[in-house]
């Protein structure tokens, strides 16, 4: 069983920063990859940015030079830092994780979600 848990969302004024944190935990033999999604009323799920177990990164055109992602391995825990935060960026954020369990069985979960409510 895994768990995936989110903190750190709210509501901020356009050019605040927010730092989103989730931590995963349970019987994991090793993540690959966490991430954060989002999803806007009425829109589709996106990647906004993610981290593999080796350290690079990939974000969203949207939040590059706004957004940082980091991990810390040893703690199964990854942060999202947001500045300059859009009134665009206001969406429900998921964090992911994706890894094994023990040689045969992987794992792609999802947290629950924290809300990110930027004001204009």
């Known amino acids: 069983q895994v768990q995936l848990v989110e903190s750190g969302g709210g509501l901020v004024q356009a050019g605040g920063s927010l730092r989103l944190s989730c931590a995963a935990s349970g019987r994991i033999l090793r993540i690959n990859a966490m991430g954060w999604y989002r999803q806007a009323p009425g829109k589709q799920r996106e990647l906004v940015a993610r981290?593999?177990?080796?350290?690079?990164?990939d974000y969203a055109d949207s939040v590059k030079g706004r957004f940082t992602i980091s991990r810390d391995n040893a703690k199964n825990t990854v942060w999202l830092q947001m500045d300059r935060l859009k009134p665009e960026d206001t969406a429900v954020y998921y964090c992911?994780?994706?890894?094994?369990?023990?040689?045969?069985?992987?794992?792609?979960?999802w947290g629950q979600g924290t809300q990110v409510t930027v004001s204009s």
């Open positions: 992911n994780g994706v890894g094994i369990l023990s040689p045969l069985t992987r794992f792609d979960h």
């Open positions: 981290i593999i177990s080796g350290g690079s990164t």
